[in-house]
């Protein structure tokens, strides 16, 4: 089996240049790829990547994710396209259906039909595919092609999704699932059998498809500090995603107080009544030694790619070369024997 990858999550709320100097030195330090979200009022997540491909050579670079509701199909294939284009071949598409979209206006409706036809007529198009097509939410017309060449027809697709439904749906399509805002290691396994379902079913194997789980990151010598940072930033992520994960039991009060707080905008105050035990099931954080080794129990449990995701450090830049400096050597990405699951997979949407 291959190493297991690692990676590096971007924020898109930089400044011009900042992406190209942290993508050179993700790089050189040994990260395999460099993912920029596509989260609700940020910069649109091409300016970042198209100027991190301008500075590098070697790592894979997309958006995790893009989502078909605020963004038409053939504009998705025609980011992707563009990305392969400047990065030689080195783009991949990632997909999901989006979070606060309600916010902006944007309804969600059919949302494994979104994806899974947004998919198609993305292929499509690059693929130069002229037959049309006609689903349940979108549509090509007959003859309806991209009017510029491509790098690639097929550039790999990954697919963000929590429940059963959407990882049956990328055993079923995607080369690599998302678990956003996840560092759990009990999740791997309960991802795997959820993808098995659609995998089979479409004559794959589970193993076509590599588990991806990335979280919020804050490593510093000072680990207190650190923590303390993760804290305040994953308060707005576990609003949204602690109700996905079957393995872990939070009680309804605090939950309820978190959100209450983060709708307030007290995300530092929602941060401090997070425990330990929970921080490190949703975010990675402390010294690089502590980093290292959530990291490591995510290897150990099978994933195909670890994204460390930002602020990355108390500073940007501090964090990116803590991360390639101190935290990549420790980790041993040979990854381990799989083991069947224990139990089932459990509940969710």
């Known amino acids: ?26 790089e050189e330090d040994g990260f395999d790829v460099l993912t920029v979200f596509g989260d609700l009022m940020y910069q649109p997540p ?39 284009l400047a990065s030689h071949g080195r783009a991949y598409l990632g997909l999901a259906r989006g979070t606060w979209l309600g916010a902006v206006g944007i309804d969600q409706p059919r949302p494994l039909a979104a994806l899974e036809e947004a998919a198609q007529v993305v292929y499509r198009l690059l693929g130069g595919d002229t037959t049309g097509f006609e689903g349940r939410v979108f549509r090509l017309a007959p003859g309806t092609a991209l009017r510029y060449a491509v790098h690639r027809p ?6 963000g999704a929590w429940g059963p439904r959407g990882a049956a749906l990328a055993g079923r399509i995607a080369v690599e699932i998302k678990v956003g805002g996840s560092a759990n290691p009990a999740m791997v396994s ?42 305040t930033e994953v308060a707005m ?41 929970l921080l490190d099931l949703f975010a ?9 080794a959530q990291a490591q129990t995510l290897i150990d449990a099978g994933v195909r790619r670890v994204e460390f995701g930002t602020p990355h450090g108390l500073t940007d830049d501090r964090g990116v070369a803590l991360l390639g400096s101190a ?14 699951a224990a139990t089932g997979p459990g509940s969710g949407s």
């Open 46 to 84: 091409i300016f970042p990547l198209l100027e991190m491909a301008a500075a590098t050579t070697r790592v894979r670079l997309g958006t995790a994710c893009l989502n078909p509701y605020s963004m038409a199909p053939y504009e998705i294939a025609g980011q992707v396209a563009a990305l392969d």
């Open 154 to 159: 097929d550039p790999p697709l990954l697919l």
């Open 237 to 277: 992520y576990l609003a949204v995603v602690a109700d996905l994960d079957p393995t872990v039991e939070i009680p309804a009060d605090l939950l309820a107080r978190v959100k209450e707080l983060v709708d307030a905008g007290a995300d530092t105050e929602a941060g401090r009544l997070i425990p330990d035990d």
């Open 1 to 26: 089996m291959a190493p297991v990858e690692i990676g590096l999550g971007l924020q898109s709320d930089k400044r011009a240049g900042d992406y190209a100097r942290l993508a050179r030195r993700a």
């Open 190 to 231: 309960v991802i795997r059998d959820r993808v098995r379902t659609g995998a089979e079913a479409a004559g794959r194997s589970v193993d076509d498809v590599g588990i991806v789980l990335g979280a919020v990151t804050v490593v510093d010598t000072d680990g207190a500090a650190a923590r303390a940072k993760a804290r």
């Open 327 to 340: 935290v990549l050597p420790l980790l041993r990405r040979e990854p381990a024997p799989v083991r069947p």
């Open 284 to 292: 990675f954080s402390g010294t690089p030694e502590q980093v290292a």
